[in-house]
């Protein structure tokens, strides 16, 4: 069974960009039919899906959230086992526990056990 772990800072100042890195337990972030995606729940609300990426070959497609698309950039790095979400421009709008999770599209098989970011000054 994979498992994710999500790292990044927990604490991110209004207007800067927050990184966060997936490390995935095994290599199988290249497998063709497999989705790597980032979650968020802000405080007192729903998950909200941010984007996902998928390989095919050589190839990398992602997908993004379409309000958030212009912030939002997912990339992997197969070599290490991780992939990494890029959110930039961030407000307090987007504190929230962000997970990392594997599957299907729409279907999150795995999950991290999630990391706290904060938005503050």
């Known amino acids: 069974q994979v498992q994710l772990q999500e790292s990044g800072p927990g604490l991110v100042k209004p207007s800067q960009t927050l990184a966060l890195t997936c490390t995935v337990s095994?290599?199988?972030?290249?497998?063709?039919?497999?989705?790597w995606s980032w979650i968020r729940q802000p405080p007192g609300k729903g998950l909200e899906w941010l984007g996902s990426?998928?390989?095919?070959?050589?190839?990398?497609?992602?997908y993004y959230s379409p309000p958030l698309k212009s912030r939002t950039s997912i990339s992997s790095d197969i070599s290490k086992n991780q992939f990494t979400l890029i959110l930039s421009s961030v407000t307090p709008e987007d504190s929230a526990v962000y997970y990392c999770?594997?599957?299907?599209?729409?279907?999150?098989?795995?999950w991290g056990q999630g990391t706290q970011v904060t938005v503050s000054s």
């Open positions: 095994d290599d199988s972030i290249p497998g063709t039919d497999v989705y």
């Open positions: 999770t594997s599957g299907s599209p729409w279907i999150y098989d795995y």
């Open positions: 990426i998928n390989h095919v070959g050589a190839r990398r497609d992602t």
